[in-house]
């Protein structure tokens, strides 16, 4: 059974950092494309960082760029993200999710979200 478990969220202050985790089973972790995405309320659901199936290749979305970092441990089958210089507009529900193109089909599965609330 394909199991995303993501953690960490809560409320900061702005300026403040949280690090999220997203715990993986029941698939090849390390054969798979990692993501979080973001979904505050009223807006779409929007990409904020990917990495590779090694760690060796990572992109941010522009309104992240220098203050998220995401990261991978495959013997431990989780990705993190983590987030400093928090800013109220990083409030939303966050998303992990695992990608991956097999045989000329796409897999993909999504976590159950974790909240991040900047407020002070």
């Known amino acids: 059974q394909v199991q995303l478990v993501e953690s960490g969220g809560g409320l900061v202050q702005p300026g403040g950092s949280l690090r999220l985790s997203c715990a993986a089973s029941?698939?090849?972790?390390?054969?798979?494309?990692m993501y979080w995405y973001r979904q505050a309320p009223g807006k779409e659901r929007e990409l904020v960082a990917t990495?590779?199936?090694?760690?060796?290749?990572?992109n941010y979305a522009d309104s992240v760029k220098g203050r998220f970092t995401i990261s991978r441990d495959n013997a431990r089958n989780t990705v993190n993200l983590q987030m400093n210089s928090l800013k109220p507009d990083d409030t939303a529900v966050y998303y992990c999710?695992?990608?991956?193109?097999?045989?000329?089909?796409?897999?993909?599965?999504w976590g159950q979200g974790t909240q991040v609330t900047v407020s002070s």
């Open positions: 999710k695992a990608g991956t193109l097999y045989s000329g089909r796409y897999y993909q599965y």
């Open positions: 029941g698939f090849i972790f390390s054969t798979y494309v």
């Open positions: 990495i590779s199936a090694t760690g060796g290749v990572t």
